[in-house]
Nanobody, 126 residues
Framework: QVQLREFGGGLVPAGGSLRLLCAAS????????LGWFRQPPGKEREFVAT????????VVADIVKDRFTISRDAAADTMYLQLNSLTPEDAAVYSC???????????????????WGQGTQVTVSS
């Protein structure tokens, strides 16, 4: 029901910053939750951050919460992920996802997301 597309990945030196963007379109009913996940090379996909559709409720994974910020521009149908102080360990394909499941708490498991973007590559040089 919703199409997602990520922008903003690229190559950045260690210590640098990137701002990822996830644009939502094509929906007739809006999702409840949006999320960011990442998959480093040779590893499983992991949760990064989530925000509700209205943009008021946010959760960022403990491993990155001091460096990453999630936000949402409802008027622009866009979600952002600000990545600061990047390290080579942050290199991954970053994907955004949407969930149509109503829950009382944040959704951090990828299995609870229904739609995914194709991902954007983040590469960090040491």
């Amino acid at each position: 029901q919703v199409q997602l597309r990520e922008f903003g990945g690229g190559l950045v030196p260690a210590g640098g910053s990137l701002r990822l963007l996830c644009a939502a379109s094509g929906y007739t009913s809006s999702p409840y939750t949006l999320g960011w996940f990442r998959q480093p090379p040779g590893k499983e996909r992991e949760f990064v951050a989530t925000v509700d559709w209205g943009g008021s409720s946010k959760v960022v994974a403990d491993i990155v919460k001091d460096r990453f910020t999630i936000s949402r521009d409802a008027a622009a149908d866009t979600m952002y992920l600000q990545l600061n102080s990047l390290t080579p360990e942050d290199a991954a394909v970053y994907s955004c996802a949407a969930s149509y499941r109503y829950t009382l708490g944040p959704i951090t498991h990828q299995d609870q997301y229904d739609y995914w973007g194709q991902g954007t590559q983040v590469t960090v040089s040491s």
